[in-house]
């Protein structure tokens, strides 16, 4: 046998084993790919079933809790006959529970349907002022610390934005209630800037307690705590902060945090001026 026809063969094994091996790595290949997309299905499965069953407990609690607040309504507006002053604290008590049980309830519900995508979006051409009043009206009854003062720099909230009006005040509203939770003494700021690129940055700074550098990439995450004395005297549900940035997502936006331990901290959500995506109509012009 020639030299020629020893090479020829042995190329020809050479080839023949190269073939055998591609062919095995691309059963491998097919095979990993079947099992990213069963477990792909799986977790589709168990992200619409856990969605499904927050939605359901969700609805299901809703009943006992708008039970419980009306409840303790009648009771605090006397209408049965008065009340004593320890029996009035523990009601209040109640009812204070029970908004709190609400919230989460509700922080719940959202959360879910951002998670299935069920989450309906409503934009439409609105005034910044017109929101600012809608917050002050809101936070007026709330502010029972005589040290803490809720600023809002209406000047700065000018101009009109379309987007979904309900879900930026859903936003400032977790960031306000936060700020005038952890601060017991200064203020707490709110303020909106443009910046000038089609976007408008909303802010509330407050002087509480603030939040270490450590755990600042953990506190948009869902049911995060801070970890302080504060914390473990005024509970909270840990989903006010994560539906937030989901809700800024939603809205083509962003949300970021400053802070340092001791010094105050600054929330801030950057939404578009004009959300994209949706059809834009002309802002209504002001009647003179």
């Given at each position: 046998?020639?030299?020629?026809?020893?090479?020829e063969e042995a190329l020809q094994t050479e080839l023949a084993a190269l073939r055998a091996?591609?062919?095995?790595?691309?059963?491998?290949?097919?095979?990993?790919?079947?099992?990213?997309?069963?477990?792909?299905?799986?977790?589709?499965?168990?992200?619409?079933?856990?969605?499904?069953?927050?939605?359901?407990?969700?609805?299901e609690f809703r009943m006992p809790i708008t039970s419980t607040l009306s409840l303790t309504?009648?009771?605090?507006?006397?209408?049965?006959?008065?009340?004593?002053?320890?029996?009035?604290?523990?009601?209040?008590?109640?009812?204070?529970?029970?908004?709190?049980?609400?919230?989460m309830v509700n922080d719940l519900l959202d959360l879910a349907k951002v998670e299935a995508?069920?989450?309906?979006?409503?934009?439409?051409?609105?005034?910044?002022?017109?929101?600012?009043?809608?917050?002050?009206?809101?936070?007026?009854?709330?502010?029972?610390?005589?040290?803490?003062?809720?600023?809002?720099?209406?000047?700065?909230?000018?101009?009109?934005?379309?987007?979904?009006?309900?879900?930026?005040?859903?936003?400032?509203?977790?960031?306000?209630?936060?700020?005038?939770?952890?601060?017991?003494?200064?203020?707490?700021?709110?303020?909106?800037?443009?910046?000038?690129?089609?976007?408008?940055?909303?802010?509330?700074?407050?002087?509480?307690?603030?939040?270490?550098?450590?755990?600042?990439?953990?506190?948009?995450?869902?049911?995060?705590?801070?970890?302080?004395?504060?914390?473990?005297?005024?509970?909270?549900?840990?989903?006010?902060?994560?539906?937030?940035?989901?809700?800024?997502?939603?809205?083509?936006?962003?949300?970021?945090?400053?802070?340092?331990?001791?010094?105050?901290?600054?929330?801030?959500?950057?939404?578009?001026?004009?959300?994209?995506?949706?059809?834009?109509?002309?802002?209504?012009?002001?009647?003179?």
């Amino acid at each position: 046998m020639s030299s020629s026809t020893q090479r020829e063969e042995a190329l020809q094994t050479e080839l023949a084993a190269l073939r055998a091996e591609l062919d095995e790595t691309n059963r491998g290949v097919v095979a990993l790919y079947a099992e990213l997309d069963v477990q792909a299905e799986q977790l589709r499965r168990a992200t619409e079933l856990k969605s499904r069953f927050l939605a359901y407990m969700s609805h299901e609690f809703r009943m006992p809790i708008t039970s419980t607040l009306s409840l303790t309504r009648l009771l605090l507006d006397e209408v049965d006959g008065p009340l004593g002053p320890e029996q009035r604290r523990q009601v209040s008590f109640i009812q204070s529970t029970a908004n709190e049980f609400s919230q989460m309830v509700n922080d719940l519900l959202d959360l879910a349907k951002v998670e299935a995508g069920r989450l309906d979006i409503s934009p439409a051409w609105f005034e910044m002022v017109d929101l600012v009043t809608a917050l002050r009206g809101m936070f007026k009854p709330l502010l029972n610390n005589p040290d803490v003062t809720l600023i809002f720099e209406e000047s700065s909230f000018s101009g009109r934005l379309y987007t979904d009006d309900q879900k930026l005040s859903q936003i400032l509203r977790n960031f306000i209630s936060n700020a005038l939770k952890f601060t017991v003494k200064g203020e707490v700021r709110v303020s909106a800037v443009p910046q000038g690129d089609g976007f408008v940055t909303f802010s509330v700074s407050d002087t509480g307690i603030g939040i270490a550098r450590e755990l600042q990439p953990l506190i948009f995450q869902d049911f995060a705590q801070l970890d302080s004395p504060l914390q473990k005297r005024l509970r909270g549900t840990g989903l006010g902060l994560s539906l937030s940035k989901q809700l800024a997502q939603l809205l083509g936006g962003s949300v970021a945090l400053q802070s340092d331990r001791d010094r105050g901290s600054t929330f801030t959500v950057t939404l578009p001026v004009e959300l994209a995506g949706v059809p834009v109509p002309a802002p209504a012009r002001s009647q003179p």
